[in-house]
């Protein structure tokens, strides 16, 4: 099994569980712009455990959450048809984990563990 350099969960916050689902787009900013290093959906658990390469190489990435989809499945309106964190990574780093808190009308994120 591969080990990703990067993780990510999405917990619905108003429901007060995971938020199964959810496509995640990973992109790698470069001099032509963003280019796309992986995608995937969040398990049962509101987790992607496997979401990209093994070592991503020092620089700024972005996650984009497509969360319109998983709020109109519930018929709940929401202000954030995505979400998109920006960040940056030090190769030298071991692993990055970056949760989501999600709600139809707010968001946050910080830097797990």
């Not at 969960?9 to 569980?17: I, T, Y």
């Not at 001099?31 to 290093?37: I, M, Q």
């Not at 093994?54 to 954030?80: H, S």
Request: avoid cysteine; charged fraction near 20%.
């Amino acid at each position: 099994m591969m080990t990703s350099h990067l993780t990510t969960h999405v917990l619905d916050a108003s429901a007060g569980r995971p938020a199964a689902g959810i496509d995640v787009l990973l992109e790698h900013r470069d001099g032509a712009g963003w280019t796309e290093v992986a995608n995937g959906t969040t398990n049962d658990d509101g987790r992607i455990g496997d979401l990209g390469p093994e070592r991503l190489e020092t620089g700024t990435y972005r996650l984009t959450f497509a969360v319109a989809d998983y709020f109109a499945a519930t018929g709940t309106p929401t202000f954030y048809p995505e979400v998109t964190v920006t960040f940056a990574v030090d190769a030298d780093q071991k692993h990055y984990h970056v949760p989501v808190l999600l709600s139809p009308f707010a968001y946050s994120t910080y830097r797990g563990s």
